[in-house]
Structure formats: C-alpha cells, structure tokens
C-alpha cells in the first residue's frame, strides 16, 4: 500500500510539473507572436487533469483558443459566448495577466459585435440588441460598450433604452474618444494596430514592428448630445432637452463636435434663428469635409434626412471627389423618398438626384457592387432598360 501510495503521489507531482512546463511554453509562444504555436500547445492539455493552481491559466488559454486569436476562424456565437464565460472564471481564480487579458477580451468583443453586426444585416435587430448588452451588462464600468449599445438601441428604435443609456453617458462627460497605437510590421512593412501600448512597445523592443505611432479620435460628446436633445424632445419632454442642450454648450463649450453640433440642436429645438446663426458660423469656420460627414451620419441616423443631404453637400462642395460622401447623399435622397410623408412627385425627384450622385460614385468605383445595385434599382423605377441591361452586366 506505501508503494502505491508514493507511486501515486509522483505521479501528482509529475503532472504538476508538466503543466507548469507547458504554460511556460505557452507565455513564451505569445511573448514572441506566436500564437498558433501557443494554441497547439494549449490543445495537448488534459482539461480533467489540470490541478488547481492552474486552472486560471487553463480558463485564460481556453478563452483564447475557443475564440481563435489567430484570427484563422471566426468563432460561432456559442464559442464567443463559451469564451466570454472562460474568460470570467480565469479572473475568478485569480489570473492576473492584465496585458494579455486585455487582448484576449479585445478579440472576444470585437468577434461578438461582428456577429451582432451581421444579425443586423439580417434585420435580426433583437439578436443584434442582446449581444451588444451583454457585453455592456459584462462590464459595467466600460462605457464604450454603453455606447456601443445607445447605439444600437438608438438605430433600431429601442428609444427608452436609449435615451436612459445616452443620459448616463452625458452625466459621466464620455466623450469616446480613444488612442489607437500602431507600429510598422518590420517584414510586411504594413502598419499594424495594437490593443494597448504595452504591446506595442513590446514588439518595438523585440524588433518585430517599428516606427511606432498612435493618434486620438475625435469626441462622439456631440452626437450623444445630439441624439438626447432629439430622443428627449421625441418623447415630448421639450424642457428636458432644452436642459442637456443647455448644460452641453455650458459645461463642455470648449468640447469641438458640442460647437459643431450646436446648428442641429437648434434646429432640433425648434430655435430657427438661432438656428440659422450657427449654421452660417459653420460654413464659415469648417473646411474640413470629414466634418460635415459625421454630421450627415448623426443626421441620417435621427432620421433627419434634409439635414444629412444639406452636410453631405457641404462636404462634396469641399471635396468632389468623396466617393462615401457621394454614396451616402445617395441613401439619404433616397430613404428621404420611402417616407410615408413624401408625395409621389416630390419621390420622383429624389430618387432622380440619388440617380445623379450614385452615377458621379459609380465613376470614382466602378466595381462597387452595392452602387451598382443600387443604380440597377433606380434606374428600373423609370424603366430606363438600356442602363439596367448595362449596369447588370458589371455584376
């Protein structure tokens, strides 16, 4: 029985070390890019034999194979879920890798709100709705993902959890603005994003990237406004948004997208000259296109389409040649047209100035298939076959 006794105890211990020795193996593949390397590894592991000390590690590792951080794959919904869920029980035992928890948990949101992404191209708004709030609900602290679900929630008209989801983002002065750090992949000579500088500076010191670089995004302080004063006034509580508006330009005037979204709110508000002043300040001061874009994109998702195609024109004015901003007015003539409040004569013309500005994109991309289709659509409307026959046959 002794012999047995101590037989079975090596064979504890053996097993002990040889798991200590593979996610040694593990952390070096990472540290050094290689992480399908690491996953092969991860593969050889006894999920039934890993001892408890180990088990954070186990959990991490299963996190990032089931959601493939090779990007080899893309994990189903069930993987990205099981992953998120491993992900939760490493933290539980105790692992504590912040750098490479934070690219792990990366990777799981990014594939989560691809697929949340492809549920709303379905029309799967709901599916879509649920995915984004779980990852909000997930991490309760990170307002990104609060903004990611107002988003949403705002496009496909959950309007209550919105407006609630916006508040909350406004009363914490979010403005969404982020640092992206890159570096020059020193083989491929292709400039690479990293979740975090720590990694970045990592892989400039081990001479795999150089040429570091990162640059910060613009503040979404402004849209957020935007979308409150208008869900706020939609719910009929005109007091309310005249507040936010109020406290926006007083407590975040030196914030540029509150200035620039100063014309909208107004118009919003029913304030017309005031209106009319800041609109006439606007196209004074902003020469930059890029500008007049994110309005006509906060304007098209409010659903105020006369607004999205008057920045849209602002910003071809100053660039002719943008081929998004050129296929955008496109959508906004013609969502403008499928309103229930648009007559049939004032739709004709609409859809005959989408035609216009879709034949100007067509010409800067002739290969873009939704163009195309779009074009194939419109010209089908006025029965005009010779374009039709012609368009469909660049498909």
Same mark, same amino acid.
Not at 1 to 13: D, E, G, Q, Y
Not at 66 to 95: Q, R
Not at 174 to 199: D, R, S
């Given at each position: 029985?002794?012999? *047995?006794?101590?037989?079975?105890?090596?064979?504890?211990?053996?097993? !002990?070390?040889? =798991?200590?020795?593979?996610?040694?193996?593990?952390?070096?593949?990472?540290?050094? !890019?290689?992480?399908?390397?690491?996953?092969?590894?991860?593969? $050889?592991?006894?999920?039934?034999?890993?001892?408890?000390?180990?088990?954070?590690?186990?959990?991490?590792?299963?996190?990032?194979?089931?959601?493939?951080? &090779?990007?080899?794959?893309?994990?189903?919904?069930?993987?990205?879920? @099981?992953?998120?869920?491993?992900? +939760?029980?490493?933290?539980?035992?105790?692992?504590?890798?912040?750098?490479?928890?934070?690219?792990?948990?990366?990777?799981?949101?990014?594939?989560?709100?691809?697929?949340?992404?492809?549920?709303?191209?379905?029309?799967?708004?709901?599916?879509?709705?649920?995915?984004?709030? *779980?990852?909000?609900?997930?991490?309760?602290?990170?307002?990104?993902?609060?903004?990611?679900?107002?988003?949403?929630?705002? =496009? %496909?008209?959950?309007?209550?959890?919105?407006?609630?989801?916006?508040?909350?983002?406004?009363?914490? !002065?979010?403005?969404?603005?982020?640092?992206?750090?890159?570096?020059?992949?020193?083989?491929?000579?292709?400039? #690479?994003?990293?979740?975090?500088?720590?990694? *970045?500076?990592?892989?400039?010191?081990?001479?795999?990237?150089?040429?570091?670089?990162?640059?910060?995004?613009?503040?979404?302080?402004? *849209?957020?406004?935007?979308?409150?004063?208008?869900?706020?006034?939609?719910?009929?509580?005109?007091?309310?948004?005249?507040?936010?508006?109020?406290?926006?330009?007083?407590?975040?005037?030196?914030?540029?997208?509150?200035?620039?979204?100063?014309?909208?709110?107004?118009? &919003?508000? !029913?304030?017309?000259?005031?209106? @009319?002043?800041?609109?006439?300040?606007?196209?004074? @001061?902003?020469?930059?296109?890029?500008?007049?874009?994110?309005?006509?994109?906060?304007?098209?998702?409010? +659903? #105020?389409?006369?607004? /999205?195609?008057?920045?849209?024109?602002?910003?071809?004015?100053?660039?002719?040649?943008?081929?998004?901003?050129?296929?955008?007015?496109?959508?906004?003539?013609?969502?403008?047209?499928?309103?229930?409040? $648009?007559?049939?004569?004032?739709?004709?013309?609409?859809?005959?100035?989408?035609?216009?500005?879709? @034949?100007? /994109?067509?010409?800067?991309? $002739?290969?873009?298939?939704?163009?195309?289709?779009?074009?194939?659509?419109?010209?089908? %409307?006025?029965?005009?076959?010779?374009? %039709? &026959?012609?368009?469909? /046959?660049?498909?």
């Amino acid at each position: 029985m002794k012999i *047995r006794l101590t037989i079975l105890l090596l064979a504890f211990v053996t097993i !002990g070390f040889a =798991q200590k020795r593979e996610f040694r193996k593990i952390e070096n593949a990472i540290t050094k !890019g290689d992480i399908s390397n690491a996953i092969e590894i991860f593969n $050889t592991i006894e999920k039934s034999e890993v001892e408890d000390q180990f088990k954070g590690q186990y959990n991490f590792y299963n996190a990032a194979a089931l959601i493939d951080v &090779t990007g080899k794959t893309k994990p189903t919904l069930e993987k990205a879920y @099981e992953a998120l869920d491993a992900l +939760k029980m490493a933290e539980s035992l105790g692992y504590t890798n912040p750098v490479l928890m934070s690219q792990v948990k990366s990777y799981i949101n990014d594939s989560l709100l691809e697929i949340a992404n492809t549920k709303l191209k379905a029309k799967d708004n709901s599916g879509a709705l649920e995915i984004v709030n *779980r990852l909000s609900d997930e991490a309760p602290n990170d307002l990104n993902m609060l903004y990611n679900a107002a988003n949403l929630a705002y =496009q %496909v008209g959950e309007f209550e959890q919105a407006e609630k989801q916006y508040a909350e983002l406004f009363a914490k !002065g979010y403005t969404g603005q982020t640092v992206t750090y890159t570096a020059v992949n020193a083989q491929t000579k292709v400039e #690479e994003v990293f979740p975090n500088i720590t990694l *970045r500076d990592v892989s400039i010191k081990t001479g795999t990237h150089i040429s570091p670089s990162e640059s910060t995004s613009p503040s979404q302080l402004g *849209r957020i406004v935007t979308n409150l004063v208008w869900l706020q006034k939609n719910n009929d509580d005109i007091d309310a948004a005249k507040a936010t508006f109020n406290k926006a330009i007083t407590k975040y005037g030196d914030d540029k997208s509150v200035n620039i979204s100063k014309a909208d709110n107004y118009l &919003t508000l !029913g304030m017309m000259k005031e209106y @009319e002043e800041a609109n006439k300040a606007l196209s004074e @001061e902003v020469k930059d296109p890029k500008v007049y874009d994110n309005l006509a994109l906060a304007a098209i998702n409010a +659903k #105020e389409y006369d607004q /999205a195609i008057k920045y849209y024109e602002m910003s071809i004015s100053l660039k002719p040649d943008n081929f998004v901003s050129l296929s955008n007015l496109g959508v906004a003539f013609v969502q403008k047209g499928n309103l229930e409040s $648009t007559s049939a004569a004032d739709q004709e013309i609409l859809y005959k100035k989408a035609i216009s500005v879709y @034949e100007k /994109a067509h010409k800067l991309d $002739t290969s873009n298939k939704n163009v195309i289709n779009t074009l194939v659509s419109l010209y089908g %409307v006025f029965s005009m076959d010779d374009k %039709v &026959t012609a368009m469909k /046959a660049k498909l």
